[in-house]
């Protein structure tokens, strides 16, 4: 943990920032704080550590997205940004504050899995669910443009 004054935050890497929410896990008591740890470990700090706060943009972001693609689920990298997101949030709230800007950090949508990590069955279940998604929408379409064909032919009936 970092206690120096703002001058000194220029040097700050995001491996202190990630000290911070293993720190603020720990004290909190909360039974995820070894979850914690190990994905920081293995994942975040690898990517992340050695960059400041102010190099944290969406496009390292979404790098670092694109990197776990055929590695994990989506949920799982949400996770993890969620820790990225909660050190940049600690390093802005803390006194003094490390971090002046936290930049927006994506959620990846869950339903992007990519086809490799699918199994048969579960890639079925995805496609029947767009086709009944898909089928719903036309549906709503035609609803809409069958009640305004209805108009038309009335007005044209009562002309």
Do not use: W
Request: charged share 25%; glycine share 4%.
């Amino acid at each position: 943990m970092r206690t120096t004054s703002t001058n000194e935050t220029d040097g700050l890497l995001m491996n202190e920032l990630l000290d911070l929410v293993i720190h603020d896990y720990r004290t909190k008591g909360r039974h995820t704080a070894y979850d914690v740890e190990h994905r920081v470990a293995k994942h975040l700090r690898p990517f992340f550590g050695t960059k400041k706060p102010f190099e944290i943009t969406a496009t390292l972001v979404y790098d670092y997205i694109q990197s776990c693609a055929d590695k994990a689920r989506p949920s799982t990298v949400n996770k993890e940004l969620a820790y990225l997101r909660r050190a940049l949030g600690l390093g802005y709230r803390h006194d003094p504050q490390l971090v002046k800007v936290v930049p927006p950090i994506p959620i990846v949508p869950l339903i992007h899995i990519p086809i490799s990590e699918r199994t048969d069955a579960a890639a079925e279940q995805v496609n029947q669910q767009l086709i009944r998604q898909l089928e719903q929408h036309i549906q709503r379409k035609d609803r809409h443009s069958s009640g305004s064909d209805m108009v038309l032919d009335k007005n044209a009936k009562s002309t």
